[in-house]
């Protein structure tokens, strides 16, 4: 175990995938860790699974599209741990079942589930924890305690591949919450408080099983991801994750980061062979 995030207490939204992977890593380098997730037995597994390997973590069951379940829960991690000083907001989802997918077929029920999905998650948990660092006091340097907030979106807002992953709402969802990080980042840098976003490419997590089990997209993020060689392990982006929540970031805010494997600089083609 490590001493990056010593002494700090770190929220995750989402107890699966790329917000399991954060906060077994972050309770890895010493932050007390509260996960807030819709699945209350999911969170208590990856909680029990913290504790048990000697990191302290706790949790509250909640949906982070219902505003007064979001406030409950965040008021909790502070008396749990009596403040907060970093958020990972993984929670989200495909809109598929909703009925995500190109324009034109999506219908408005499905355009507004997908964002109210993805979004409200993303503004309900990111608001209640900046309340939560602004209502901290200054410590006795007259230092404003700040904190850092990672928002998990996606490189399918900035570089989408029609071919395969038409879900134009999702797309949009995840664009904005990249505009809303870097707004963020503005505001409050007076605060000591900085917002980065970090844009996955297709990672091995519960929501891209059926990517993982198409064999065309398979053999697409070989190629799409050559650094990873096919899908990328959700330990890569928890490790970035962990640099912007630490003070090895403490310079860094208002930047999109893309932990993709190579995605948004390759044609998915490979490189053609010699001769």
Same mark, same amino acid.
């Given at each position: 175990?490590?001493?990056?995030?010593?002494?700090?207490?770190?929220?995750?939204? *989402?107890?699966?995938?790329? #917000?399991? @992977?954060?906060? &077994?890593?972050? $309770? +890895?380098?010493? =932050? !007390? %860790?509260?996960?807030?997730?819709?699945?209350?037995?999911?969170?208590?597994?990856?909680?029990?699974?913290?504790?048990?390997?000697? *990191?302290?973590?706790?949790? #509250?069951? @909640?949906?982070? &599209?219902?505003? $007064? +379940?979001?406030? =409950? !829960? %965040?008021?909790?991690?502070?008396?749990?741990?009596?403040?907060?000083?970093?958020?990972?907001?993984?929670?989200?989802?495909?809109?598929?079942?909703?009925?995500?997918?190109?324009?034109?077929?999506?219908?408005?029920?499905?355009?507004?589930?997908?964002?109210?999905?993805?979004?409200?998650?993303?503004?309900?948990?990111?608001?209640?924890?900046?309340?939560?660092?602004?209502?901290?006091?200054?410590?006795?340097?007259?230092?404003?305690?700040?904190?850092?907030?990672?928002?998990?979106?996606?490189?399918?807002?900035?570089?989408?591949?029609?071919?395969?992953?038409?879900?134009?709402?999702?797309?949009?969802?995840?664009?904005?919450?990249?505009?809303?990080?870097?707004?963020?980042?503005?505001?409050?840098?007076?605060?000591?408080?900085?917002?980065?976003?970090?844009?996955?490419?297709?990672?091995?997590?519960?929501?891209?099983?059926?990517?993982?089990?198409?064999?065309?997209?398979?053999?697409?993020?070989?190629?799409?991801?050559?650094?990873?060689?096919?899908?990328?392990?959700?330990?890569?982006?928890?490790?970035?994750?962990?640099?912007?929540?630490?003070?090895?970031?403490?310079?860094?805010?208002?930047?999109?980061?893309?932990?993709?494997?190579?995605?948004?600089?390759?044609?998915?083609?490979?490189?053609?062979?010699?001769?």
């Amino acid at each position: 175990m490590g001493d990056r995030l010593a002494r700090r207490v770190i929220v995750v939204t *989402g107890s699966s995938g790329i #917000a399991a @992977a954060g906060a &077994r890593r972050f $309770a +890895a380098e010493g =932050a !007390a %860790v509260f996960v807030i997730a819709r699945d209350g037995p999911e969170c208590a597994a990856l909680v029990g699974e913290i504790v048990r390997t000697g *990191g302290r973590a706790a949790w #509250a069951s @909640a949906d982070l &599209r219902d505003e $007064a +379940a979001t406030v =409950a !829960a %965040v008021h909790s991690t502070r008396t749990t741990f009596g403040r907060i000083d970093g958020l990972f907001a993984v929670a989200g989802g495909s809109g598929r079942r909703f009925g995500d997918g190109p324009l034109h077929e999506i219908t408005a029920e499905g355009w507004t589930e997908t964002l109210a999905l993805n979004g409200l998650p993303a503004f309900l948990a990111t608001r209640e924890v900046v309340r939560s660092m602004l209502e901290l006091p200054t410590d006795t340097g007259g230092n404003a305690p700040g904190g850092s907030i990672v928002i998990v979106t996606s490189v399918l807002a900035s570089d989408p591949v029609p071919d395969l992953f038409a879900t134009h709402a999702y797309a949009a969802i995840k664009g904005a919450e990249d505009a809303l990080a870097r707004t963020l980042a503005a505001y409050y840098a007076p605060d000591g408080i900085r917002v980065n976003s970090l844009a996955p490419g297709l990672v091995a997590t519960p929501m891209s099983t059926r990517a993982q089990t198409d064999p065309v997209i398979a053999a697409y993020a070989a190629t799409k991801q050559p650094l990873a060689g096919g899908f990328l392990p959700a330990e890569s982006v928890a490790d970035v994750a962990l640099f912007l929540l630490s003070d090895d970031a403490r310079h860094v805010t208002g930047q999109r980061i893309a932990v993709d494997g190579g995605w948004s600089v390759t044609d998915g083609r490979g490189r053609p062979s010699a001769g």
